[in-house]
């Protein structure tokens, strides 16, 4: 079964080829219409203004609304994230419309302009007891946004700290996370709330697809298919051999 | 480093960043952000506001559209800080301005304000006739124009994160940038089918380094995120851009020189992102009411513009015809020599 990715603006290419890397087949989805023929769906990582413009002008919010209540798993990288908080700070004058359904505050563009956007190495625990590999990962944010706080019933997966200020230099703010976690302010990046995942870097502009294979599982926990799971946890196995491309992740 | 990285272009190469805080990789993750979006040009923060209503991914911020660059003449130089400070506040999508070829001192002040990406541009006048600004040393990302693939792979090699075509800017008219987009794609694809051993001369025909004309074979594409720009004017226009291969497009002059700006802004933003479903193309392309007056090439009035090469990727559009008119040509160095120049040129065409 394809996995769908919504395909109006921004990397959705990096992640259908993230997918293929994996063994999956991604699907482009545009149209509501479209989404009937997948059983999990990404939203990529884009300007998130842009994307909703798009999804109003082809009427596509009651079709994500209704996938995402269905229970169906939903991952949103960066842009994708700000689509399935329930509530988003820091829009464009008028707001936007979200598709909702992850219980949790966004600020949109957090850390600042690009200027600002940073790489961080982040501890990933969770991730790294299913899929193995190194215990952080090699997070990208790019104009990211931020999860301010979060409801009850929504697993943590990864944060950053920052400094109080909300300084630029994010580098430091690293350091200093290893020395001492006190002053610092910390910063959710990663979360799980039921079949829904978020994460406010961009898994699919690296070339460790962790973070993927963590997202086909949840689906796959969710579809019954028993040849499906098989089919994945056979494509992790390979997934080690390849040599890691150390090329931009492109179609 | 080696394992962990992966947008990084330039992998173990010579030339090692300077800057800490901005690798490669954040600079060309924005690009691959704004993929398969439109970056618009606009002077004020009302348009500004239209622009990003209608779904533009990113604004250019600008003094002049190219068209009026190109009808009032003179020397176009970076915008005010100032405009561009009030563009970046009314609107919270990615802000661009525009440097002059060269000139890195422009750079340097649009990194200060804080804008999103330096668009180091061939439509305002060149500062520097041979150099372009060594872009390594900034930690903001920059887009280049180029005309083919060799000057696409000289200016990531100075660093830019993002190519874009040069086209004809404010013109309305579209064959400069299929031009461009063709060459740069024909030029792949003859990669992709060479022998590894005839890459050696084809860099040195190209004038291009060897590594990144390498990289280019293996990806089957340009390393970094590759867009439109120059003359897009209608819905269609875009969508060709698209399925030549471009990851996006730059409107200039198109959105906000036409009768309806934001319902053209908006039909364009649909036409890139549904750039192969005709029926949407078809729907999206009603009724958008006049669209930029535009410059035939080819017209009788308006010589063609003629090119004019100074170093190597330096393009001076400058017209034949009355010497009215040749005294508004596009990227002059100097109105008088260039004015010159071109008539010396002319002459034997004539």
Not at chain 1, 30 to 39: D, F, M, Y
Not at chain 2, 288 to 299: F, Q, T, Y
């Given at each position: 079964m394809a996995v769908g990715v919504l395909a109006l603006q921004g990397s959705f290419n990096e992640h259908i080829a993230a997918l293929r890397r994996l063994g999956v087949k991604g699907v482009q989805i545009?149209?509501?219409?479209?989404?009937?023929?997948?059983?999990s769906l990404i939203i990529p990582g884009g300007e998130s203004t842009t994307m909703a413009k798009l999804a109003e002008y082809h009427n596509l919010f009651p079709a994500l609304r209704e996938f995402v209540k269905l229970g169906k798993p939903v991952w949103g990288t960066c842009a994708g994230l700000i689509f399935l908080a329930d509530k988003a700070s820091g829009q464009k004058t008028g707001g936007q419309e979200l598709i909702g359904g992850l219980d949790c505050t966004v600020h949109r563009n957090f850390f600042g302009s690009q200027l600002q956007s940073f790489e961080a190495e982040l501890s990933v625990p969770e991730i790294a007891a299913k899929e193995g590999g190194p215990p952080t990962f090699r997070g990208v944010f790019i104009r990211a946004p931020a999860i301010l706080d979060v409801g009850s019933d929504v697993e943590v997966l990864a944060d950053i700290c920052i400094q109080s200020d909300k300084t630029s230099d994010l580098d430091s703010a690293l350091e200093s996370q290893k020395e001492s976690t006190t002053s610092e302010k910390k910063v959710i990046v990663a979360v799980k709330q039921g079949n829904l995942l978020a994460t406010a870097f961009h898994p699919e502009l690296t070339a460790d697809t962790r973070w993927h294979s963590f997202f086909l599982k949840m689906a796959s926990e969710v579809g019954d298919e028993a040849s499906r799971s098989a089919s994945t946890s056979q494509e992790d196995l390979s997934f080690y051999k390849q040599p890691r491309n150390d090329l931009p992740i492109f179609q | 480093m080696a394992g962990t990285g992966v947008v990084t272009v330039y992998g173990n190469g010579a030339i090692t960043e300077t800057s800490k805080k901005s690798t490669f990789s954040v600079k060309v993750g924005l690009a691959q952000m704004l993929r398969g979006g439109v970056i618009m040009d606009v002077v004020n923060a009302e348009q500004a506001r239209i622009a990003e209503e209608a779904g533009a991914c990113a604004v250019m911020a600008l003094e002049r559209v190219p068209a009026d660059i190109r009808a009032q003449g003179g020397v176009a130089r970076m915008s005010d800080p100032q405009l561009i400070k009030e563009i970046k506040q009314t609107v919270t999508i990615p802000v661009m301005a525009k440097a002059r070829i060269g000139h890195f001192v422009e750079a340097q002040i649009l990194e200060a304000i804080g804008i999103d990406y330096v668009d180091e541009s061939e439509v305002l006048t060149p500062a520097d006739d041979e150099n372009h600004i060594n872009?390594?040393?900034?930690r903001i990302p920059f887009v280049c124009g180029c005309r083919n693939l060799g000057e696409a792979l000289r200016r990531i090699r100075e660093g830019a994160a993002m190519i874009r075509t040069k086209g004809e800017a404010g013109t309305g008219n579209i064959i400069e940038a299929v031009r461009h987009v063709r060459s740069v794609m024909g030029d792949i694809r003859v990669l992709r089918n060479m022998d590894d051993d005839e890459v050696f001369t084809f860099a040195k025909e190209i004038q291009a380094p060897y590594d990144l004309v390498m990289q280019t074979k293996q990806l089957g594409r340009l390393p970094v995120v590759h867009f439109a720009a120059g003359g897009v004017a209608t819905p269609a226009d875009a969508a060709l851009m698209m399925q030549l291969g471009c990851d996006g497009v730059f409107v200039g002059s198109g959105v906000f020189k036409s009768g309806d700006p934001a319902r053209r802004a908006r039909a364009i933003v649909q036409a890139v992102t549904h750039y192969s479903d005709p029926e949407v193309l078809a729907d999206v392309s009603c009724?958008?009411?006049?669209?930029?007056?535009?410059?035939?090439?080819?017209?009788a009035k308006v010589e063609r513009a003629l090119p004019l090469y100074i170093g190597k990727d330096f393009r001076f559009y400058t017209w034949g015809g009355p010497i009215t008119v040749l005294e508004t040509?596009?990227?002059?160095?100097d109105g008088g020599v260039a004015a010159a120049a071109v008539n010396q040129v002319l002459k034997p065409l004539k």
């Open positions: 545009r149209k509501p219409e479209q989404l009937h023929s997948v059983t | 872009k390594h040393n900034f009724g958008l009411g006049e669209a930029m007056v535009g410059i035939n090439l080819n017209d040509c596009f990227g002059e160095v």
